[in-house]
């Protein structure tokens, strides 16, 4: 199967760091991607990490890739309030290009 | 990345009727896809809008309910046939180029079927 699994909301202070967990079951993919959707908005593409890595730092940005595990987070460092929106995950499927599975989506709320 | 544009933003719509939404992309891009998002869901991929032949579709979804258009490299249209409330979601076209690896989204259409 191609599920991908996310916790559905995470309440963190700001200042915090927030981590947001995905857990996958398709191997075949090449690249993970992390997108931010805030209220009445589209989508916005935050990172992304290719499957041969381990870990993607980019700013306040860290992605951990566990491919043993099919395990994908994104940790926010210094989390702030126009940090709160949801979180997706998302995978490629493989050879195919540009096709993507999404998880669930992760509600984080930032408390002053 | 690219500058994404939908027409329109948000709709409301009577049953039985079709509406046809546009997505424009300021450059040209190797693919286009359409994704729905029912409300408080995740995102689910209609199909890929292929430039100059028909667009490829995922598993429960048809060409009669949603014909897509793609008549160049930076345009499409995706209409929603004979809607149902069922069909009320946000409706998003993304775009991906040949030498990034990563896709970018549209704003999306609001679409509401009474």
């Known amino acids: 199967g191609e599920d991908v699994e996310q916790s559905l909301f995470l309440s963190v202070r700001e200042g915090d760091s927030s981590v947001i967990n995905c857990t996958y079951t398709?191997?075949?993919?090449?690249?993970l991607y992390w997108y931010k959707q805030e209220p009445g908005a589209g989508l916005q593409l935050l990172t992304y990490?290719?499957?041969?890595?381990d870990m993607k730092q980019d700013q306040r940005l860290t992605v951990l890739l566990n491919k043993k595990d099919k395990h994908l987070s994104l940790r926010i460092a210094d989390t702030q309030t126009g940090d709160s929106a949801i979180y997706f995950c998302?995978?490629?499927?493989?050879?195919?290009?540009?096709?993507?599975?999404f998880g669930r989506g992760t509600q984080l709320t930032v408390w002053p | 990345s690219a500058v994404i544009s939908q027409k329109p933003s948000r709709d409301i719509c009577q049953r039985g009727t079709s509406l046809t939404i546009q997505c424009q992309v300021d450059s040209q891009v190797t693919m286009m896809f359409w994704y729905r998002q029912q409300p408080g869901q995740s995102l689910t991929l209609i199909a890929t809008a292929n430039q100059g032949s028909e667009a490829t579709y995922e598993s429960g979804f048809v060409i009669d309910k949603f014909p897509i258009s793609r008549p160049n490299l930076t345009f499409s249209t995706l209409t929603v046939s004979n809607m149902s409330p069922e069909d009320s979601s946000i409706y998003l076209c993304?775009?991906?180029?040949?030498?990034?690896?990563?896709?970018?989204f549209g704003p999306g259409t609001r679409l509401l079927v009474l």
């Open positions: 993304s775009v991906e180029f040949e030498v990034e690896e990563t896709q970018y």
């Open positions: 990490i290719f499957s041969n890595m």
């Open positions: 398709d191997s075949s993919s090449t690249y």
């Open positions: 998302a995978w490629d499927r493989g050879s195919t290009l540009g096709r993507l599975y």
